[in-house]
């Protein structure tokens, strides 16, 4: 399965301009009443959310009745991930909340796109699809969402794609994602993250400093270096999910740790570890490599991430005492190596613990072929 999301701006008159912004406002409005609704009657059911606001919300309101289920649907949603948080006040949307259309408030073209609005009429814009996201034409669409974002308008298109045809017939690459080492591969690649911290820890320092001035001034500047910062991330993720990827063959599979709740998994820890966790886009990697694998026909696994650091690869004796900082030394067999490259075979090797026998013994047959290994005959006695 691949995900994609494709990005196209929109070139629209001042009345179409007008239009959306109003609809995205009172798309927002809907989005707080419900969200304020379902905190207080302290339900997470959309059937049950649904049937008490949408005949107050539609008489009171001229967004479309498509568009006031997909504002519904948003808030209860966001408030279902809140409360899996631990949060229990309801949360403020922006102003200009993005929206979500589906196929009864939008129709997506080749040349142009139409869009449901607070008019009660919709409205045509034209498109113009950047030559590299033609590749995706073939992909099913599964949602639009129309987005605000410094003054300029965007449809973010969704596209999926299920390639049955997948079959694992290359490598397997465990990979090992962290702080030090932004990302190391079971295949002994290494992708360093010192200049990564060097920046961030430059960011950070100039960013408590703007915050103790506390001017007009200084928070336009923090509000400048915000951006900087994420744009530097997306683009160091980018060059690491693209080295991954490039350098594996169509049927390989990269093996990933499951991430979820890390950060809260690291409450306990120190005050600079935290920091380092909450301020790495760890998910936005894993969005990376998922979506150019997807496109290069290799296919992406998780594992459990349990014990990866501590146990070794070689003999899998378990326990804390192994893993002294960068290095990993094996009580038990006195195996040394590299703890994150030690990390990423381990989680190399639990995928392939999981394969069945058949699946096994079939990549090992294609990896002795591909080595160009012969098999010697054996002689029937």
């Given at each position: 399965m691949g995900n994609r999301t494709i990005r196209i701006p929109l070139d629209l008159d001042p009345y179409q301009r007008q239009i959306l912004l109003d609809t995205m406002h009172e798309y927002s409005k809907i989005a707080n009443y419900i969200a304020q609704k379902t905190y207080y009657l302290n339900t997470i059911s959309q059937v049950k959310i649904h049937h008490l606001t949408y005949r107050d919300v539609r008489t009171q309101s001229n967004l479309p009745s498509q568009l006031i289920i997909s504002a519904r649907m948003k808030a209860v949603d966001t408030m279902r991930v809140l409360k899996k948080r631990g949060r229990r006040a309801p949360p403020k949307f922006n102003k200009y909340m993005a929206i979500r259309y589906d196929k009864r408030s939008s129709t997506l073209g080749a040349g142009n796109i139409t869009l449901a609005n607070i008019s009660g009429k919709r409205i045509k814009i034209p498109i113009t699809i950047h030559s590299y996201y033609r590749r995706y034409q073939d992909w099913d669409t599964k949602s639009l969402d129309l987005v605000f974002r410094d003054?300029?308008?965007?449809?973010?298109?969704?596209?999926?794609?299920?390639?049955?045809?997948?079959?694992?017939?290359?490598?397997?690459?465990?990979?090992?994602?962290?702080?030090?080492?932004?990302?190391?591969?079971?295949?002994?690649?290494?992708?360093?993250?010192?200049?990564?911290?060097?920046?961030?820890?430059?960011?950070?320092?100039?960013?408590?400093?703007?915050?103790?001035?506390?001017?007009?001034?200084?928070?336009?500047?923090?509000?400048?270096?915000?951006?900087?910062?994420?744009?530097?991330?997306?683009?160091?993720?980018?060059?690491?999910?693209?080295?991954?990827?490039?350098?594996?063959?169509?049927?390989?599979?990269?093996?990933?740790?499951?991430?979820?709740?890390?950060?809260?998994?690291?409450?306990?820890?120190?005050?600079?570890?935290?920091?380092?966790?909450?301020?790495?886009?760890?998910?936005?990697?894993?969005?990376?490599?998922?979506?150019?694998?997807?496109?290069?026909?290799?296919?992406?696994?998780?594992?459990?991430?349990?014990?990866?650091?501590?146990?070794?690869?070689?003999?899998?004796?378990?326990?804390?005492?192994?893993?002294?900082?960068?290095?990993?030394?094996?009580?038990?067999?006195?195996f040394s190596l590299n703890a994150d490259l030690n990390a990423a075979r381990n989680i190399r090797n639990d995928y392939i613990d999981t394969l069945d026998p058949y699946q096994l013994a079939y990549l090992v047959t294609n990896q002795i072929q591909r080595a160009h290994i012969s098999i010697p005959d054996v002689a029937s006695p």
């Open positions: 003054g300029k308008f965007y449809i973010h298109v969704s596209v999926e794609r299920d390639d049955p045809r997948f079959i694992a017939n290359g490598d397997i690459i465990g990979i090992d994602r962290g702080i030090v080492n932004l990302a190391v591969g079971s295949d002994n690649s290494f992708h360093n993250g010192s200049r990564v911290k060097k920046l961030r820890n430059r960011y950070s320092h100039n960013r408590k400093t703007l915050q103790k001035k506390g001017t007009r001034s200084a928070k336009r500047r923090l509000r400048s270096i915000a951006k900087k910062e994420t744009q530097f991330q997306r683009d160091v993720n980018h060059c690491i999910s693209k080295k991954i990827v490039g350098n594996m063959e169509r049927g390989s599979v990269i093996v990933l740790e499951d991430l979820k709740g890390i950060r809260k998994a690291g409450k306990n820890r120190s005050k600079s570890l935290r920091s380092d966790l909450n301020r790495w886009a760890f998910y936005q990697l894993d969005l990376f490599i998922n979506y150019k694998a997807a496109e290069n026909g290799i296919r992406v696994e998780y594992v459990d991430p349990a014990y990866t650091s501590q146990k070794c690869s070689r003999c899998t004796y378990t326990s804390k005492k192994n893993r002294r900082r960068s290095e990993f030394l094996c009580r038990s067999c006195g």
